[in-house]
Nanobody, 126 residues
Framework: QVQLMESGGGSVQAGGSLRLSCAASKLPDTQYSMAWFRQAPGKEREGVAGISINGETRYADSVKGRFTASKDNAESTLTLQMNSLAPEDTAMYYC????????????????????WGQGVQVTVSS
């Protein structure tokens, strides 16, 4: 069983920055596709950014140009640098991982990810 440990998050004013990190306890010689999803109250969970085993990085249109994902394969860590935050970015952010290669619109499909963190809250005030 893979465990995902998230850190970062918090409260910031609009225009500010936050950094989220996710570390996966990994099996030897295993690599993971990893992603961040978020869910705001009353809304569905949506993919924010992720990096696949294939090396592909994807972003939701709403965060392109503001958020940057990076992944350390050796440590199985995924970092999300979030800049120019806006109130609509307020949500619980979840780290997700799978040891599968991903194809197609994988960032739109939370069900493709087998392992999930507990989530960290990001609150952006106007």
């Amino acid at each position: 069983q893979v465990q995902l440990m998230e850190s970062g998050g918090g409260s910031v004013q609009a225009g500010g920055s936050l950094r989220l990190s996710c570390a996966a306890s990994k099996l030897p010689d295993t690599q993971y596709s990893m992603a961040w999803f978020r869910q705001a109250p009353g809304k569905e969970r949506e993919g924010v950014a992720g990096i696949s085993i294939n090396g592909e990085t994807r972003y939701a249109d709403s965060v392109k140009g503001r958020f940057t994902a990076s992944k350390d394969n050796a440590e199985s860590t995924l970092t999300l640098q979030m800049n120019s935050l806006a109130p609509e970015d307020t949500a619980m952010y979840y780290c997700a991982a799978t040891d599968s290669r991903l194809f197609g619109p994988w960032l739109d499909k939370a069900a493709l990810f087998d392992f999930w963190g507990q989530g960290v809250q990001v609150t952006v005030s106007s």
